[in-house]
């Protein structure tokens, strides 16, 4: 590691320390964590999870959107030797494999929850179930992990459980899924459907905001893309060093624009794209051209015998491919069964979050017929898809991409005016990152 990325580091330590410190002892009742993607928000509230109740005999309790992410925090808190670590969910859930017989789970909210010192991890959907049987600070900290997925509607009903509470989360992922038009609710004083911390920043601009400054995860010139197009208002650098996450191949490239995406991969790009000639088929959900090249570029890094310089051989395991729809990302398995590689995964992008491995494939939302939604063109997805991987990321589309964002008009009343415009925030990052990768020439033409 070279000295800047050191002082990097000590850096993003100090920070670490800072916000933990303000968050258990300061004078605000509540402190928000804003961290980029692979900055190590859990480790975070691992530490902070650990500190209050070894340093100061509190009452924990870590607050998740979902199971899964549940599942993980308790996984790690397992590692930590605490007086007491409880896990509660609901009646109808077993505990998945990684916790049989390290953990006895709670099904629902039961007596003798919560008693002394210790941490106590649960979903926010089982606390507000069993609201009658809590009461305002019964815990002495309240951690919200990944508080940029929760709603602020799903958050205020139990926010008084807690006399301090600390949000950890990532402002650039997905925003909370709301199953109602929300468009009125936008020039509300109150934006419940609002992620939970960007509601508390508007109701009350003055809680304290700790920013996280590194991605251990990402490479520099991914992390420099990632930051400029979803970040304005988070500066980060990366801390990896590019010699730990080198690619190289055992066999040479033969075909044109696949194995050039490859090589540009080994040669230190860690984010390129490959185009399919024409235009998505019209009134298709799935585009089976491109479903066909992502699976042979996953075949070509496995034929090359790829190997992180180091590490390991790549297998299947180390390659997933991320596509923003179901039926599309159906016909990409298709074509990986077709070729043998039945476990290589292949998930939407919500099912990402959180997650990480060495090479990612994305199939580009703008590779479509027609004029891109706001779903396409929806900034948190797109960059949720773009930060999975600690090599490289192979985006593949159709070679009209290039033209949908050149001929994109925007509509001017596409939201409630004084509200914000994530569609126009969604279009601005995708024109940046394309026309940063055809400039750097990083974009390879089949």
């Known amino acids: 590691m070279t000295v800047q990325l050191q002082e990097y580091q000590q850096n993003a330590n100090h920070v670490l320390d800072a916000a933990i410190e303000r968050a ?10 804003k961290s980029p993607p692979g900055a190590g928000k859990t480790f975070l509230v691992e530490c902070a999870s650990a500190v209050a109740v070894t340093e100061s005999a509190m009452r924990v309790i870590v607050v998740t959107p979902g199971v899964s992410q549940l599942y993980d925090v308790v996984d790690r808190l397992l590692e930590y030797r605490l007086p007491r670590l409880e896990l509660a969910h609901a009646m109808h859930r077993t505990l998945p494999n990684l916790l049989v017989d390290r953990i006895t789970a709670s099904s629902g909210w039961v007596p003798g929850l919560n008693v002394g010192p210790g941490v106590l991890v649960t979903n926010v959907h ?5 609201l009658d049987k809590l009461y305002p600070g019964m815990f002495d900290l309240m951690i919200v992990d990944e508080a940029y997925q929760l709603a602020a509607k799903d958050f205020m009903p139990v926010a008084d459980l807690a006399a301090r509470v600390m949000m950890v989360g990532d402002p650039g992922q997905l925003d909370p899924v709301i199953s109602i038009d929300t468009s009125n609710l936008e020039v509300n004083a109150h934006k419940i459907h609002w992620p939970a911390p960007a509601y508390v920043l508007d109701r009350f601009p003055d809680t304290p905001v700790f920013g996280l400054p590194v991605t251990r995860r990402l490479l520099p010139d991914t992390s420099d893309l ?5 970040y304005p208002d988070l500066p980060f650098q990366s801390v990896v060093d590019p010699n730990d996450r080198r690619l190289r191949f055992a066999a040479s490239g033969m075909e044109s624009a696949v194995d050039q995406a490859l090589d540009a991969i080994a040669r230190g790009a860690s984010l390129v ?6 235009v998505a088929p019209a009134h298709e959900e799935a585009d089976p051209d491109v479903a066909a090249v992502m699976a042979h570029l996953a075949d070509r890094l496995l034929v090359r015998q790829a190997e992180w310089v180091g590490q390991r051989h790549l297998t299947e395991a180390d390659i997933g491919c991320i596509d923003p729809h179901v039926i599309a990302g159906g016909a990409i398995s298709d074509r990986l069964r077709q070729r043998g590689l039945s476990d290589i995964r292949v998930e939407t992008v919500e099912r990402w979050q959180g997650l990480q491995l060495p090479i990612s494939i994305v199939r580009h939302p703008l590779s479509r017929a027609g004029r891109p939604t706001a779903f396409d063109l929806e900034a948190g997805r797109w960059c949720v ?3 999975r991987h600690q090599i490289g990321c192979i985006i593949v589309g159709r070679e009209s991409i290039a033209n949908v964002i050149r001929e994109y008009v925007h509509g001017c009343d596409t939201v409630a005016a004084g509200a914000r415009d994530a569609t126009w925030s969604g279009f601005r990052a995708h024109r940046t990152i394309w026309n940063t990768l055809a400039d750097q ?3 390879f033409a089949l």
């Not at 089982?126 to 069993?130: D, R, V």
């Not at 794209?273 to 024409?278: E, L």
């Open 385 to 387: 898809s773009l930060s």
């Open 273 to 278: 794209a490959v185009t399919v000639p024409g």
């Open 441 to 443: 020439g990083r974009i």
């Open 126 to 130: 089982l606390l507000a179930a069993n």
């Open 226 to 230: 990632i930051q400029a197009s979803f």
């Open 24 to 33: 258990l002892f300061g004078t605000a009742p509540l402190t928000i964590i």
